[in-house]
């Protein structure tokens, strides 16, 4: 086991993809409890088939694949919460349609362009050498930024996730915090989606919160066990992946359906016992 | 100076005018209730009152020591809130947000407050709760604590017994009263139930289209607006 994990930490790729992968499940652990609570899960989703279109057209052009996905994503994020907020198209349809368009929009610049290559198939189902030096800087820096947004509107999180009229009638900027909840999901999705895979960031979100649900009582202690589930099952999920040479999105999601079993188990004999 | 008054108020639901020439005001230590059919127009006149929604005609005023930020607001529950892992501490401290100005976080005197308002509703003992394993009257005393760590002066109430059963309900109105009078907050509640709360309110708002009526509880015993709802099998 410590041979493996030395191993591992020799390369510098699988240290950057280390260092990145647990920023990132610590930021979309945190704001998934807020977001599935609100019943927002499937913007993650829709945003990540949007940064999937996104990069395809950077790629395209030959730019940067961030450059071009954040500004692209943080803007799909406000259309989403706009449209799943007050319009006559209700939420689960308007995402459904947003990330559909944005996937056949990316299938046909690719069958123009490139044609399915391999960069293709690693933003679909992502790959552990996506990340440079660069990136991770950028990741470190930007999820910081989640991080510390995030500690400081704790309680304002809290409210709007329980009531929004009732925060919105006492004077809390609802809209706001909104915006800002998904702007941060925006920057995260993006972060992760080239490690994890477009068709599966989404889980990094829904599955920490989810699990954690089954078990805890309270909003911190939910927060709080979905940050170190999400690491911890991002952390076995890419030892399993290098060990069984499998891709790193799908055994990180994989660790996460076991854990949620678990906890699923232990919440049920708690509820009976 | 009145807490709240409303001059010539009209209000718009969905671009159709729901409340037309809406004249009142409520005093401070009033125990107002409005009330009116389905459609009429209450859950848009309380949106109003918290300013979530302005009105297509007059004016919405506050008197000078409240602020609009400062109701205690009781929102009909969400379906969101039925499974929401949160401990009752967690609910009723969130109530505190508006004295918190640009601080991130709570203090002494906020969680101090809520402490107060449990032992108040009498669910000190279930604090460490969750929400989402609570009855549905726990769940609105709940709702009720946090709502009075948002004022010390008014507090709106939207269907408070909605799904409740007898019991509790009459319970709750107790509550409500005990708020009303010991702690001195005046009282703006939306209910269909006319026959428990014509006891407890001082002042009836009734909403019907152009047939409005608002005056004390007496002066509407006696209106044939009130009679027909009050229902007949009541009054001898």
Do not use: W
């Not at chain 2, 408070?160 to 107790?174: C, H, I, S």
Request: hydrophobic share 50%; net charge neutral.
């Amino acid at each position: 086991m410590n041979n493996v994990l030395a191993e591992m930490f020799s390369y510098p790729f699988l240290t950057r993809a280390l260092i990145v992968g647990t920023l990132v499940a610590l930021c979309a652990a945190l704001l998934g409890v807020s977001l599935v609570l609100k019943r927002y899960s499937m913007i993650g989703d829709g945003l990540s088939h949007v940064g999937f279109g996104a990069m395809v057209i950077a790629t395209a052009l030959n730019v940067a694949p961030l450059v071009v996905a954040i500004p692209v994503v943080v803007l799909a994020a406000f259309l989403l919460l706009r449209l799943s907020q007050n319009s006559k198209i209700k939420g689960d349809a308007a995402i459904a349609l947003i990330s559909t368009s944005a996937l056949a929009v990316g299938v046909m610049i690719i069958s123009m362009t490139t044609g399915m290559n391999t960069d293709v198939y690693n933003y679909m189902f992502g790959s552990i050498l996506a990340m440079s030096e660069n990136d991770v800087r950028l990741s470190i820096v930007l999820s910081a930024i989640v991080l510390v947004l995030f500690v400081v509107f704790y309680n304002r999180i809290f409210a709007i996730t329980f009531d929004e009229t009732f925060a919105q009638a006492t004077g809390t900027k609802a809209g706001l915090y909104n915006m800002m909840l998904a702007f941060l999901t925006a920057i995260t999705i993006v972060l992760g989606m080239r490690m994890m895979g477009a068709m599966l960031i989404s889980s990094l979100i829904i599955f920490p919160a989810l699990t954690s649900m089954r078990v805890c009582k309270t909003f911190k202690s939910v927060m709080i066990n979905a940050a170190i589930l999400s690491i911890f099952c991002f952390f076995v999920g890419i030892l399993l992946s290098y060990v069984f040479a499998t891709p790193t999105g799908a055994s990180v999601v994989v660790v996460n359906i076991v854990m949620f079993l678990i906890y699923s188990g232990i919440g049920f004999v708690k509820e009976r016992g | 100076m009145s807490l709240i008054t409303c001059k010539d108020v009209s209000l718009a639901y969905e671009g159709k005018n729901v409340i037309s020439g809406l004249d009142f005001s409520v005093e401070s230590g009033d125990y107002l209730c409005i009330v009116g059919e389905n459609g009429s127009g209450k859950s848009t006149l309380i949106k109003a009152l918290l300013r979530l929604k302005s009105p297509s005609a007059g004016v919405i005023e506050t008197g000078e020591e409240l602020l609009a930020s400062e109701i205690g607001y009781l929102p009909q529950q969400t379906i969101v809130q039925k499974d929401f892992p949160a401990s009752v501490y967690e609910v009723v401290l969130s109530g505190c947000l508006n004295r918190l100005g640009r601080r991130p976080f709570y203090g002494k005197a906020e969680k101090k407050m809520a402490q107060e308002n449990m032992k108040h509703l009498d669910i000190s003992d279930i604090q460490r709760e969750c929400y989402r394993d609570l009855s549905g009257g726990q769940q609105q005393r709940v709702l009720l604590a946090r709502a009075l760590c948002a004022t010390k002066k008014l507090l709106l109430l939207d269907e408070p017994v909605a799904g409740l059963d007898p019991v509790v309900t009459q319970e709750l109105y107790q509550l409500i009263k005990k708020i009303n009078k010991e702690l001195g907050i005046t009282i703006v509640m939306v209910s269909h139930d006319m026959n428990s709360i014509i006891k407890d309110a001082s002042h009836i708002l009734h909403l019907k289209n152009d047939n409005i009526f608002f005056g004390t509880t007496a002066e509407y015993e006696q209106t044939s607006i009130g009679e027909e709802f009050i229902g007949g099998e009541e009054r001898e």
